[in-house]
């Protein structure tokens, strides 16, 4: 295992070992404080540019179930194609794992999907750097020496000459799929569906309702296709980049009364084409236990939530109204329109993994439907 460094922008560093694949990798640190599922979050879409750092302390005990795919497409056990965060970073990684659908370990996963995983790394002190000065960017350097050199230094190669910036990359370009997709064709009732960096249990749950999937790129003109419903995807990075995607919404919007569901970035588009602002999180939401309230009732869910972007509800138009509230910072967590059927969550129903505490979102949209 060679030392590696993880360096912060502000000069702050973290050193460790890499049992993933060794090279050098620059990225925005992010934090996630769930216990389980890190291989549905590394193929997340949502974590694409991103150094995933979990502070559950033991990771890969339980190992990687098989990347497969079923008939349709779709991962079997996965939300993508692909691993989309750039590496992950963790205190205590477990090489031995034990797990009736373990099928490797993550370390051999990372090295053959030529992704960076860090070990030996002080995750919690991490994520209280991170709390207290905000998400930064950062960047993992590899030592050109084995552990066996205690005064190996990393290689000045192999560090970048300065940090990117992850604002000014549309990620959503990056991850959204380049041409129309279909699943459950001839099913019944039509949903298209926004893929702006889509989990691929979103498009489960709406195929598992009966309905008929057309799964399209962020900037597609879907306004004259022949649809029921549409559905507004997660997505990395900033939302204001999607531009495009809002302006064809709000068209939408306005030549039509179709039902309409977001999540995540889908939220934030709706929003956007509501009116409202986004600003940046300090640190953002990435867990499974974040309590969030419906607006005008004392119901409280738990969920699953992954955005590092937020609404500003209050400049929402008129005819708008927050539908959902997260209980630890106020922020919004879900908007709806008060005659029409558009409505969305910031967190995700879906969950996987996590709680699927609010999947009615999606019978809901279906409903709508019909």
Request: proline share 5%.
């Amino acid at each position: 295992m060679k030392k590696a460094t993880l360096v912060l922008e502000d000069g702050s560093r973290f050193e460790g070992h890499s049992f993933g694949y060794d090279q050098p990798v620059s990225g925005e640190v992010v934090f996630n404080t769930a216990m389980t599922g890190y291989p549905e979050s590394l193929t997340d879409p949502s974590y694409a540019g991103q150094l995933m750092t979990l502070t559950y302390p033991l990771v890969g005990n339980y190992g990687v179930p098989p990347f497969t795919f079923e008939a349709d497409g779709l991962a079997s056990y996965m939300e993508s194609d692909r691993i989309y965060a750039s590496a992950i970073i963790v205190s205590d990684y477990s090489e031995q794992y034990s797990h009736w659908n373990g099928n490797e370990s993550l370390g051999s996963w990372l090295k053959r999907e030529h992704v960076p995983g860090l070990t030996g790394i002080d995750t919690r002190q991490l994520t209280k750097v991170l709390r207290e000065h905000g998400v930064m960017m950062g960047r993992i350097v590899f030592s050109e020496n084995s552990e066996d050199s205690e005064n190996s230094e990393p290689s000045e190669s192999s560090e970048p000459s300065e940090f990117p910036s992850y604002g000014s990359v549309n990620w959503v370009d990056r991850v959204s799929c380049k041409e129309m997709i279909r699943y459950n064709e001839g099913a019944g009732k039509k949903v298209v569906l926004v893929d702006c960096g889509v989990k691929h249990n979103i498009i489960r749950c709406l195929v598992g309702r009966g309905v008929e999937v057309i799964r399209v790129p962020w900037n597609y003109d879907y306004t004259a296709l022949d649809f029921d419903g549409l559905f507004l995807a997660n997505g990395p990075g900033d939302p204001d980049m999607c531009e495009e995607a809002v302006t064809i919404l709000r068209r939408q919007m306005a030549q039509s009364r179709k039902p309409i569901c977001g999540i995540c970035m889908g939220n934030q588009l709706l929003a956007k084409a509501g009116g409202a602002t986004i600003y940046k999180l300090k640190y953002g939401h990435r867990s499974h236990n974040q309590p969030v309230r419906e607006v005008g009732t004392n119901r409280c869910y738990i969920t699953s939530q992954n955005h590092g972007y937020a609404v500003d509800a209050s400049l929402l138009g008129r005819d708008w109204r927050e539908l959902f509230v997260n209980m630890n910072d106020g922020s919004n967590e879900g908007i709806c329109h008060t005659v029409n059927p558009w409505f969305s969550s910031q967190f995700h129903p879906e969950a996987c993994s996590g709680p699927v505490d609010t999947e009615f979102m999606f019978d809901r949209f279906v409903e709508k439907l019909k």
